[in-house]
């Protein structure tokens, strides 16, 4: 009966019409009323180098932060504040749907900085989607299996991305109803501490224990690898065999992330489209390259 519900909601996707343009800038915003320091300077690379781009703030709905030049796209509250609203928005079809008069989307955190214009070439690359890489390195002990990558500095095909979601719901039917369950935090966070309760009452209950679980995943992802960049790098494919990730040396041209100098070494000693935290890791790496005027923490 699930299933069947399911499969009649979450039909294959298919595209009414052909995206008209080509790519559209997206700066996801937290829920703070401005900008850093750090941030700015964000903006001023994306506006030096990307200006002519069509550029969204992707926001909150009361959210006073206003750019020249960007046009205001709002979503519910629910998806920002926090890392793990943030994620419920990279799995929301209702997020890609938004942008689809655009062949690809282009998410710029505001812990990035763009080096140079080379968005036309990624355009035609052909990939579905690309993101700063990770590497073994200090920075990232976690990382055993190099690859792309954050989506804090990402291109994503949008009709492709429509795809796997629909067809992770069609072929696991519970995913559409936990993500819908674990997205509206506010409205069913009763439910979830009514089902804590009755765990010792039932202990090996599928039901209980899983939903339970799920939303506990999903309200910490990253230590369960469910995060949205984990996803589309390592699992989308399953479910769209045609879904095109970029290569890691695709990758280090694209960005860098975790260690800077070492993947300017595997990158032949060439700068990257852009980069994603920046500041995080090692900041001094890419302060040659910020924008005159621009070399102070903030």
């Known amino acids: 009966m699930i299933h069947a519900l399911t499969r009649l909601l979450a039909r294959p996707y298919r595209q009414k019409r052909p995206p008209s343009k080509s790519v559209a800038i997206l700066v996801l915003l937290s829920n703070r009323p401005t900008l850093t320091e750090d941030e700015m300077l964000s903006v001023r690379h994306l506006e030096h180098y990307l200006g002519k781009y069509d550029r969204y703030l992707v926001a909150p709905p009361d959210s006073p932060v206003r750019l020249e030049g960007f046009k205001v796209k709002n979503f519910s509250s629910k998806f920002f504040g926090s890392v793990a609203a943030i994620n419920h928005l990279h799995f929301a079809p209702l997020f890609y749907k938004a942008f689809s ?62 795809k796997v979601l629909y067809n992770r719901y069609r072929r696991e039917p519970s995913t559409y109803w936990m993500d819908m369950f674990t997205r509206n935090s506010r409205r069913v966070r009763s439910i979830v501490q009514l089902l804590r309760k009755l765990q010792p009452i ?88 910020l924008l005159p005027g621009e070399t102070k923490g903030a």
């Open 101 to 162: 008069d655009y062949r690809y989307i282009f998410i710029y955190h505001l812990d990035s900085l763009v080096l140079s214009d080379q968005m036309e070439r990624w355009c035609q690359s052909g990939v579905d989607y690309i993101g700063a890489p990770w590497i073994p390195c200090d920075d990232a002990p976690w990382v055993t299996v190099p690859r792309v990558g954050n989506t804090g500095f990402g291109m994503m095909n949008v009709e492709s991305s429509l």
């Open 202 to 289: 039932f202990p090996r209950s599928k039901i209980v224990n899983g939903i339970v679980a799920e939303w506990d995943m999903m309200q910490d992802p990253s230590p369960y690898s469910r995060l949205g960049d984990i996803f589309w790098s390592d699992r989308a494919v399953s479910y769209l065999p045609d879904y095109k990730v970029a290569t890691l040396e695709q990758g280090l041209e694209f960005a860098f992330e975790v260690g800077p100098r070492k993947c300017f070494e595997m990158n032949g000693g060439k700068m990257p489209f852009g980069c994603h935290a920046w500041a995080r890791y090692d900041r001094s790496f890419w302060e040659p390259f």
